[in-house]
């Protein structure tokens, strides 16, 4: 298989040209998050992906402090559970879940809270046309198989 995805935020299976699956979708994830924390992810000026591959093994390993030096300690514990999944396997979402929730209560965080960009909203006006999951839910056409794998809202209630 070539290769899927790109290299900043590619998981190790897609280094190693492997099937990838829903576990490399959270490991590129967690990238996203690590970068957005710190700042950047230390392989950002690598083109070479070998030497990228090779810095994101190091990251759990032998910088490990580097890799998630401004992040919440729960980031090492969501790559751990991201790295022990079998390709099939269904990610612990409502776990990833808690955690998050968990990591946002020690900061003073409120997730209910609106960003401070979406000030327009609490005008009650809006400019676009978007609609809300619930709408959307209800409008569009649903696969049998959808939201299976998925927590429920039940599943995620602490």
């Given at each position: 298989m070539g290769w899927r995805g790109t290299t900043r935020y590619?998981?190790?299976n897609a280094h190693h040209r492997q099937d990838l699956s829903r576990r490399d979708d959270?490991?590129?994830?967690l990238y996203m998050i690590v970068e957005l924390t710190n700042g950047s992810l230390p392989w950002r000026f690598i083109t070479d992906r070998s030497l990228v591959q090779k810095a994101k093994e190091d990251a759990r390993t032998i910088t490990k402090e580097t890799f998630f030096e401004?992040?919440?300690?729960?980031?090492?514990?969501?790559?751990q559970i991201i790295d022990k999944?079998?390709?099939?396997?269904?990610?612990?979402y409502a776990t990833f879940y808690n955690i998050l929730n968990e990591m946002a209560?020690?900061?003073?965080?409120?997730?209910t809270m609106k960003y401070d960009w979406d000030d327009s909203l609490s005008s009650g006006t809006s400019t676009t046309n978007a609609i809300s999951p619930d709408q959307s839910a209800s409008r569009s056409h649903k696969a049998e198989n959808i939201g299976q794998d998925r927590p429920s809202h039940e599943d995620l209630r602490v």
């Open positions: 590619g998981s190790l959270l490991e590129s994830w401004k992040c919440p300690l729960q980031y090492d514990q969501i790559l999944l079998e390709f099939d396997e269904i990610p612990p209560d020690e900061n003073g965080i409120v997730v």
